[in-house]
C-alpha cells in the first residue's frame, strides 16, 4: 500500500531532472539516518568535504527513535515527524522534498523508508542512494552490499560524482 500510494504521488509530481556535472553543482542536499553516533561521526566530515569543495550544503539527518533533536548541529526529523506510513508531516520535511538541489544524497545502510520517502519525492536534478529494492527512489543506485559500511558508501558516491559529466561527453558509470 505505501510503494503504491508514493508511486502515486511521484506521477503527480512531474519533474524533469537534468543532472550537472559534479564539480560545477551548486547545491548538494544530503539525508542521512543520525541515529547512531558512529553514523553521524562519518557522515559529517563528508558534509564538511562538499563545503570545502564550494557546495551549498542542506542537511538533515533522520533518528529512528522519538528522542528530541534539537540539540544536534544539523536540522533532524525522528518519528513524531512522520505517519504510519513513513510519509513526511513536517512542513520542514516537504519543503526539503521540494527544493530543486543539483544533487540529493542520502546516506544508510539497510533500510530506511522515511528517506526513501522524501527522496523519492525529491525534485533534486539528481538522486543519489545505496541499493534498494525501491529502485524508483534514486536515479544513482551505489550498490555497496559487499562492504556496507558508510565510510565505503561514501567514497563510492565520491568517486561516481566526481565521474558525472557534461552531458556532451561520455558519462561512464
Given at each position: 500500500m505505501?510503494?503504491?500510494?508514493?508511486q502515486?504521488?511521484?506521477l503527480?509530481?512531474?519533474?524533469r531532472r537534468?543532472p550537472?556535472?559534479f564539480?560545477?553543482?551548486?547545491s548538494?542536499?544530503?539525508l542521512?539516518d543520525?541515529?547512531e553516533?558512529m553514523?553521524?561521526?562519518?557522515?559529517?566530515?563528508f558534509i564538511?568535504?562538499?563545503?570545502r569543495k564550494?557546495?551549498e550544503?542542506?542537511t538533515?539527518g533522520?533518528f529512528?527513535?522519538?528522542?528530541?533533536?534539537?540539540?544536534?548541529?544539523?536540522?533532524?526529523?525522528?518519528?513524531?515527524?512522520?505517519?504510519?506510513m513513513?510519509?513526511?508531516?513536517s512542513?520542514i520535511?516537504?519543503?526539503?522534498?521540494d527544493q530543486?538541489?543539483?544533487?540529493?544524497?542520502c546516506i544508510?545502510q539497510?533500510?530506511?523508508l522515511?528517506?526513501e520517502?522524501?527522496?523519492?519525492?525529491?525534485?533534486?536534478?539528481?538522486?543519489?542512494g545505496p541499493y534498494?529494492?525501491?529502485?524508483?527512489?534514486?536515479?544513482?543506485?551505489?550498490?555497496?552490499?559487499?562492504n556496507d559500511?558508510?565510510?565505503?558508501f561514501?567514497?563510492?558516491?565520491?568517486?561516481y560524482?566526481?565521474k558525472?559529466?557534461n552531458?556532451?561527453?561520455?558519462?561512464?558509470i
Open positions: 505505501r510503494t503504491h500510494f508514493l502515486k504521488m511521484m503527480q509530481l512531474n519533474c537534468h550537472v556535472p564539480e560545477s553543482a551548486k548538494v542536499g544530503v542521512f543520525a541515529t553516533q553514523q553521524r561521526d562519518q557522515v559529517l566530515p564538511d568535504s562538499l563545503k564550494g557546495k550544503v542542506v538533515i533522520y529512528d527513535s522519538k528522542q528530541d533533536t534539537n540539540s544536534y548541529a544539523f536540522k533532524a526529523f525522528n518519528k513524531n515527524d512522520i505517519n504510519w513513513g510519509k513526511p508531516k512542513d520535511l516537504k519543503n526539503y522534498a530543486t538541489f543539483d544533487f540529493l544524497i544508510y539497510g533500510e530506511c522515511p528517506i520517502y522524501i527522496a523519492a519525492l525529491s525534485k533534486a536534478q539528481m538522486r543519489v534498494t529494492d525501491n529502485t524508483y527512489c534514486y536515479d544513482l543506485i551505489i550498490d555497496t552490499t559487499k559500511s558508510t565510510k565505503h561514501l567514497k563510492e558516491v565520491d568517486f560524482l566526481n558525472i559529466n552531458r556532451h561527453e561520455q558519462t561512464s
